[in-house]
């Protein structure tokens, strides 16, 4: 459940801060 937290925050900080990270996400 932390990697949903954390992508939680990043989608809701920027997501274009971590286009990585939302990638690996999906």
């Given at each position: 459940?932390?990697?949903i937290?954390?992508s ?15 990638l690996?996400?999906?």
């Open positions: 459940a932390i990697t937290l954390r939680d925050l990043i989608y809701d900080s920027g997501k274009s801060l971590n286009p990585a990270v939302d690996g996400q999906v």
